[in-house]
């Protein structure tokens, strides 16, 4: 049972709609009218500004037509419909309790229980079908995916970063290589772990994706391994609150220097939240942090024995998964979720690998089209 009415002078709508109730302003509706005068129907680009809509607009009218809602507003006398399911998708009129560090729904944090890695074979993903499409929605839930079975070919990566965007050059340039050749006399250095970290943290904004593409691979050893930082900055505010809100509230400095022409710096927390507290970002990396001066002196102890804790808890074996990356495989990471890390060697052999970084607003692009052409494939199937 739908029912609809006016309120406060025509400046609210309030629709229930079975035992739900959605109240909704005039000045929003009008604004969000989806005809042809006020949204470009092929791209949805809003077609007037705010000062085109009459400061003292008002609902004169509101019916229930079938499955819409149907509104008169004044001054203009424009009478424009609202699909329920649409009000339902964009209703603000709810309760949301959201704690600092909330993580979008759509996002499954994990540790090493996670039980698969999701992967997806080179040629399906080329094929943009609904393969590729599990997969992108993978990499969204989980913030990391693998690609099998590719060609053995330098550049193959570029066909990956194609499927749904473009490369983010770099200083570094369109993409590096990452060549190791452990043999004994080098082997007590390649040897060496790296801890986790996320990638190139001293850029404003950071690379949101990073692929890693495996070309040659010899030697034993090296496994890729990837720690969940979000699981990580949600392990640290149950265990300790003031630790979380300490690296949520104060910006540490980063920085990458060169000796010519390039020197990078930020100034952003070590956990980054959205102004309504959503987990948006961690930036982890040892090696590119500088001198952290915007913590008050009273907080700086604290400070580091937050970021200490955070450490440990990066370090913990019990979060981390690894996987070997054979030739012809590569792995994509959401840098500002994700910390990734090579594991030390234990004989001797080649490793070459090439990367390169991208961004996340492409993949989710990907995503949402490919999400959209093949519910209308499946609906001219039916
Ligand atoms: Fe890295």
New binding site residues.
């Given amino acids: 049972m739908s029912r609809v009415t006016v309120e406060t002078g025509g400046t609210v709508v309030k629709l229930c709609l079975g035992k739900e109730t959605m109240r909704f302003h005039s000045i929003w509706l009008r604004d969000n009218a989806q005809d042809d005068e006020t949204r470009d129907q092929i791209n949805g680009q809003r077609l007037i500004a705010l000062n085109q809509i009459p400061r003292e607009t008002w609902v004169s009218d509101a019916r229930v037509d079938a499955d819409s809602l149907v509104i008169t507003f004044k001054p203009e006398n424009k009478v424009i419909r609202y699909d329920f399911e649409w009000l339902m998708e964009n209703n603000y009129d709810e309760v949301k309790n959201l704690k600092r560090g909330w993580i979008p729904q759509d996002y499954e944090t994990w540790d090493s229980d996670l039980k698969f890695v999701p992967s997806c074979d080179f040629d399906k993903l080329i094929k943009k079908n609904i393969l590729a499409f599990n997969w992108l929605a993978d990499v969204r839930k989980y913030g990391f995916g693998k690609i099998i079975n590719g060609p053995i070919t330098e550049g193959a990566l570029f066909k990956v970063i194609e499927l749904f965007g473009y490369v983010r050059e770099t200083n570094y340039g369109k993409h590096f290589e990452v060549r190791t050749e452990v043999n004994p006399s080098n082997l007590a250095f390649t040897g060496l772990a ?1 801890q986790a ?4 943290p001293y850029r404003d904004p950071v690379p949101t994706l ?1 692929l890693l593409y495996c070309l040659e691979s010899s030697a034993a050893g090296g496994e890729n391994m990837l720690v969940d930082g979000f699981k990580a900055i949600t392990r640290l505010r149950e265990e300790n609150k003031e630790y979380f809100d300490l690296l949520a509230n104060y910006s540490a400095r980063f920085e990458y220097k060169n000796n010519k022409d390039v020197h990078l710096k930020s100034r952003r927390p070590i956990i980054e939240l959205s102004s309504d507290g959503e987990l948006i970002a961690i930036r982890f ?1 040892n090696r590119s942090m500088s001198a952290v001066s915007d913590v008050p002196f009273d907080k700086m102890e604290k400070w580091y024995a937050a970021y200490r804790r955070l450490g440990e808890i990066i370090d913990d074996p019990n979060m981390e998964i690894t996987f070997r990356l054979n030739p012809g495989e590569a792995f994509i990471v959401d840098n500002t979720r994700v910390l ?3 594991k030390g060697y234990s004989g001797t052999g080649k490793r070459w690998l090439q ?1 390169c970084y991208s961004d996340k607003d492409g993949l989710n692009s990907a995503f949402y089209s490919l999400e959209k052409a093949l519910a209308e494939e499946s609906s001219h199937e039916a």
């Fill in positions: 790296l970290h996320t990638d190139n990073q990396n990734h890390a090579r990367g």
